[in-house]
């Protein structure tokens, strides 16, 4: 382990984990307003949450062509080739929020028909679908030039944004999902003012804090000094879209495929009934808060690592590996930890649902004890992001997701009548899998494309 590197290294990760613990706390209050309305409108929320994962996933893979292209060329010294990518990442952005837009609404009523969600809470799901991606083309600012920004080191500009749009959310969860109603506070009586949407007040509250956040974040990367996009040319340009592409599609492909097998995995479970809908739904929220570390690491993770890359520094990139990887695995025994012990407190602060606190709980503890091997896919794939190595990711992922996850709940729920806990055991299998995969490909050092040159091996 390089402890010189730490700070470099947690420079970048604290924003993005600050950002991503908002991001789940905002969840959290989310899910538990939408609880108190019953455990259908909860399930109505639910029922398409994989959906969303399979567009946004989808929307980001396009992110990691650019931050791949961008990182290797601050690392090289180019900011002229830099910009150059910040332009064209704006122009794929609105395209690519355009076509969203235009998909997500006309499919709307669709969704929760495929999803096999309940027939009774269908028109209620379906309203809600419509009302969160009516603002997609802000979500795609938001997502692609937010990644575009985690390219050069700057994460503490998305997470400012995040916090704003977080912030905007929950006070317009306040407004929107309840009627007008009296609030008790330090012994005075408050009339608080609400519109009583209920479910479809949730989706508003969020669509008015995605706007907000695409907005913001791309007239912060008007302002960069390093990589604003003004001055640059808009029209596609061949020599940056090119090998954007050739790292994207793969990422693409494999976003698409396995959020693709989280929509057939949810389908699976909301066949199960609205106690399993619900706790799944619930304990999906409650797991997302300990995958933190994960995700700050693996952006910490792709931006070094392009950056290595672009400055031709082996070295570097090979004790980027020896520091990470003991780091995560740590945090993330230490993030297992705390699930494991305060599963059903935190179920509970979703539901009053006997039988979905009990659920919950259940699977919440087996899948806790999993959290450290997961963290070893998470940064290794990272590295392979910034290094631009894309298409193992791909084979190893779609291998876990339909080979274990979607295969093995089909038998084990479908075949075999078993419940939410075979489901989340499949699930478990498919993340061990992963470990092994990933791990094995790090030692194998082929990760490493500076590892070897003029015969010399870097593994400093």
């Known amino acids: ?27 959290y209050m989310d899910t538990a307003m939408v609880g108190t309305l019953g455990t259908k409108a909860t399930a109505a929320v639910g029922a398409t949450s994989m959906v969303n994962w399979l567009i946004g996933s989808t929307v980001s893979a396009i992110g990691v062509g650019f931050l791949a292209l961008i990182s290797q060329a601050i690392g090289a010294g180019d900011e002229t080739k830099a910009r150059r990518a910040s332009a064209q990442a704006v122009t794929v952005a609105f395209l690519v929020g355009a076509v969203f837009t235009v998909l997500t609404t006309a499919l709307s009523q669709q969704v929760p028909v495929l999803m096999q969600v309940d027939p009774s809470i269908r028109t209620l799901a379906g309203r809600y679908f419509l009302i969160l991606y009516a603002p997609m083309l802000f979500r795609a600012l938001s997502i692609i030039l937010g990644t575009v920004l985690r390219s050069v080191g700057d994460t503490k500009t998305p997470m400012r944004v995040g916090i704003w749009v977080n912030v905007i959310n929950v006070v317009m969860n306040f407004l929107l999902i309840y009627s007008t109603r009296s609030l008790q506070i330090l012994g005075h009586t408050l009339t608080m003012p609400g519109m009583g949407w209920g479910v479809e007040g949730a989706a508003a509250a969020s669509a008015l804090s995605y706007t907000f956040g695409g907005i913001a974040i791309f007239t912060a990367l ?17 020599g940056i879209l090119r090998p954007v592409l050739l790292i994207t599609l793969p990422n693409m492909f494999q976003r698409f495929g396995t959020s693709l097998g989280y929509v057939a995995f949810a389908a699976m479970i909301n066949r199960l009934g609205d106690v399993s809908t619900a706790a799944h739904t619930v304990a999906n929220t409650v797991e997302s808060a300990f995958y933190i570390p994960g995700w700050g690491m693996q952006t910490a993770a792709a931006t070094l690592a392009g950056n290595a890359l672009g400055a031709r520094d082996g070295g570097r990139l090979s004790r980027l590996g020896k520091t990470l990887l003991p780091l995560e695995i740590a945090l993330m025994a230490v993030s297992g930890g705390c699930l494991f012990f305060f599963a059903r407190p935190l179920v509970c602060l979703f539901t009053r649902d006997p039988a979905v606190i009990a659920l919950g709980t259940q699977v919440l503890k087996m899948v806790a004890l999993s959290e450290p091997f997961y963290g070893v896919p998470i940064v290794v794939e990272g590295m392979m992001q910034g290094v631009g190595q894309t298409v193992l990711p791909l084979i190893y992922n779609l291998a876990g997701m339909w080979g274990i996850r979607i295969l093995g709940t089909l038998i084990t729920t479908r075949f075999l009548s078993m419940g939410l806990v075979s489901a989340w055991g499949c699930m478990i299998g498919h993340n061990l899998l992963l470990f092994v995969l990933f791990g094995r490909y790090y030692l194998s050092w082929h990760w490493n494309p500076l590892e070897q040159r003029n015969g010399r091996v870097f593994r400093a």
């Open 1 to 27: 382990m390089d402890v010189h590197m730490l700070g470099t290294i947690f420079s970048l990760a604290w924003p993005t984990m600050l950002e991503q613990f908002m991001q789940t706390a905002v969840q």
């Open 222 to 238: 008007l302002r960069h000094p390093q990589i604003s996009p003004r001055g640059q040319r808009f029209r596609p340009d061949p």
